[in-house]
């Protein structure tokens, strides 16, 4: 018995062995096939073509819904089949080596045009194709036909054009919801190709004013846009003087304030909303450079607020101590607001290591630099009682806020040497 189930199982394992053979060669066939198929290649006329046919089929959408403007049916074909031919083009985002044909070409104009198209899903079929376009790697062998496609898009008014059409979208479908992120993303790596784009955006267009909204927009409602919109307005200030200007007088530091205050008693939920919410700390912090803005800060109550999230140590206490420090400047009203406000009896303890102790070296360092920055205006551009009030404090307890005064003025000066060597 033992010898035939031996036998039975040798014959099954043969089975088994022989359906493996079969398969392999199955495979091996299959892979052969592949190979012989022809490849489709992308080329001058291959492009050329797909100019050829978007061009036409946008004609004759134009032309049926000028005919027939009151009845969509008779139009809606033609719109799918458009649809389809501009998800054709874009594969011309792999081949960066035929971007000049593009821009010698009609159809990029057409394109652009093409965004104030009533049709929201063609739209969003435009936003695609230029996202794939600016998302594309800058390598030696491609810069300079991707900056050329770059500058070009910005001769054309594609920008300006993106910026108008994200007031169109309508956040409640994903698509949409999805063609904004696109459209951010296409501002974003503009910039970074086009440094210049940054103030001409912001003179020409309304994307300033559309941010400052969609971050307002919801309260403390958090989603991957607003925290992107936070991310292209800081980018939009750092990069710009003008700018920083712009978001002054155009009541976006109110607003920006108003936003950070809904966290003055609560953390934000998540590690992207604390991101959201830095970048909204590092543009003011930005944009108080500048004089005017430190005036319309302190008349806005900026200096208050941010004496009150750094009592509440929370995650806002550390950026809002930054920006204090920024706030203050050379303009003297601003340090005697801080000190009617009770802050020094909040930046001394910080200047003693007392409160908001960092885990991180680095971070303790910056905490310092901000705090040694506060107290440098505080004595430069106060006068008579509030100077008194700021003197007086280094006398205290046996002179030990001026011990550690020395003690931060003999490191700093220990750096500066190991600098120097």
Same mark, same amino acid.
């Given at each position: 018995?033992?010898?035939?189930?031996?036998?039975?199982?040798?014959?099954?394992?043969?089975?088994?062995?022989?359906?493996?053979?079969?398969?392999?060669?199955? @495979?091996?066939?299959?892979? =052969?096939?592949?190979?012989?198929?022809?490849?489709?290649?992308?080329?001058?006329?291959?492009?050329? *073509?797909?100019?050829?046919?978007?061009?036409?089929?946008?004609?004759?959408?134009?032309?049926?819904?000028?005919?027939?403007?009151?009845?969509?049916?008779?139009?809606?074909? *033609?719109?799918?089949?458009?649809?389809?031919?501009?998800?054709?083009?874009?594969?011309?985002?792999?081949?960066? *080596?035929?971007?000049?044909?593009?821009?010698?070409?009609?159809?990029?104009?057409?394109?652009?045009?093409?965004?104030?198209?009533?049709?929201?899903?063609?739209?969003?079929?435009?936003?695609?194709?230029?996202?794939?376009?600016?998302?594309?790697?800058?390598?030696?062998?491609?810069? #300079?036909?991707? #900056?050329?496609?770059? %500058?070009?898009?910005?001769?054309?008014?594609?920008?300006?054009?993106?910026?108008?059409?994200?007031?169109?979208?309508?956040?409640?479908?994903?698509?949409?919801?999805?063609?904004?992120?696109?459209?951010?993303? @296409?501002?974003?790596?503009?910039?970074?190709?086009?440094?210049?784009?940054?103030?001409?955006?912001?003179?020409?267009?309304?994307?300033?004013?559309?941010?400052?909204? !969609?971050?307002?927009?919801?309260?403390?409602?958090?989603?991957?846009?607003?925290?992107?919109?936070?991310? @292209?307005?800081?980018?939009?200030?750092?990069? *710009?003087?003008?700018?920083?200007?712009?978001?002054?007088?155009?009541?976006?530091?109110?607003?920006?304030?108003? @936003?950070?205050?809904?966290?003055?008693?609560?953390?934000?939920?998540?590690?992207?909303?604390?991101?959201?919410?830095?970048?909204?700390?590092?543009?003011?912090?930005?944009?108080?450079?500048?004089?005017?803005?430190?005036?319309?800060?302190?008349?806005?109550?900026?200096?208050?607020?941010?004496?009150?999230?750094?009592?509440?140590?929370?995650?806002?206490?550390?950026?809002?101590?930054?920006?204090?420090?920024?706030?203050?400047?050379?303009?003297?009203?601003?340090? !005697?607001?801080?000190?009617?406000?009770?802050?020094?009896?909040?930046?001394?303890?910080?200047?003693?290591? #007392?409160?908001?102790?960092?885990?991180?070296?680095?971070?303790?360092?910056?905490?310092?630099?901000?705090?040694?920055?506060?107290?440098?205006?505080?004595?430069?551009?106060? %006068?008579?009682?509030?100077?008194?009030?700021?003197?007086?404090?280094?006398? =205290?307890?046996?002179?030990?806020?001026?011990?550690?005064?020395?003690?931060?003025?003999?490191?700093?000066?220990?750096?500066?040497?190991?600098?120097?060597?």
């Amino acid at each position: 018995e033992e010898e035939d189930e031996e036998e039975e199982y040798n014959e099954d394992e043969a089975e088994v062995e022989g359906d493996e053979e079969e398969d392999y060669d199955e @495979i091996l066939k299959m892979i =052969e096939k592949d190979d012989a198929a022809p490849t489709q290649t992308f080329d001058s006329a291959k492009l050329k *073509s797909l100019f050829s046919n978007f061009e036409k089929l946008l004609r004759r959408n134009e032309e049926l819904r000028m005919l027939h403007p009151k009845h969509p049916e008779m139009f809606m074909d *033609s719109e799918v089949d458009l649809d389809q031919s501009i998800k054709e083009l874009n594969t011309l985002a792999l081949y960066p *080596s035929y971007w000049p044909e593009f821009c010698s070409s009609e159809s990029h104009i057409l394109l652009i045009q093409l965004l104030e198209h009533e049709n929201i899903d063609l739209v969003i079929d435009v936003i695609d194709f230029f996202s794939d376009m600016f998302e594309v790697e800058i390598t030696y062998n491609n810069a #300079k036909e991707v #900056k050329a496609f770059a %500058e070009l898009m910005d001769k054309s008014k594609l920008f300006e054009g993106i910026v108008r059409t994200l007031d169109r979208f309508d956040e409640e479908r994903k698509e949409e919801i999805d063609a904004v992120y696109k459209s951010l993303g @296409i501002i974003e790596n503009a910039v970074d190709m086009l440094p210049t784009l940054s103030d001409s955006l912001c003179d020409n267009t309304k994307i300033m004013e559309w941010i400052l909204k !969609r971050i307002c927009k919801g309260g403390r409602q958090f989603d991957d846009n607003k925290l992107y919109a936070s991310e @292209i307005l800081a980018i939009l200030i750092q990069t *710009s003087r003008s700018n920083q200007f712009t978001l002054g007088k155009s009541g976006g530091i109110e607003m920006i304030l108003l @936003i950070i205050a809904q966290y003055r008693k609560d953390d934000p939920e998540s590690e992207e909303e604390r991101e959201m919410l830095e970048n909204l700390f590092d543009c003011l912090a930005a944009c108080l450079i500048l004089r005017d803005n430190q005036e319309i800060f302190a008349r806005e109550e900026g200096i208050q607020l941010m004496i009150i999230l750094i009592k509440a140590k929370n995650f806002c206490s550390r950026p809002a101590l930054k920006v204090l420090s920024f706030a203050l400047g050379s303009l003297p009203l601003n340090s !005697r607001i801080l000190i009617d406000a009770s802050g020094l009896t909040l930046i001394f303890p910080i200047f003693m290591k #007392k409160v908001m102790k960092c885990k991180k070296e680095e971070d303790q360092r910056k905490m310092e630099e901000h705090v040694i920055s506060i107290l440098f205006s505080l004595i430069q551009f106060c %006068e008579g009682v509030y100077l008194d009030r700021v003197v007086n404090k280094f006398a =205290e307890n046996n002179f030990e806020k001026l011990n550690r005064l020395l003690e931060l003025f003999q490191e700093y000066k220990g750096r500066l040497a190991e600098v120097s060597k």
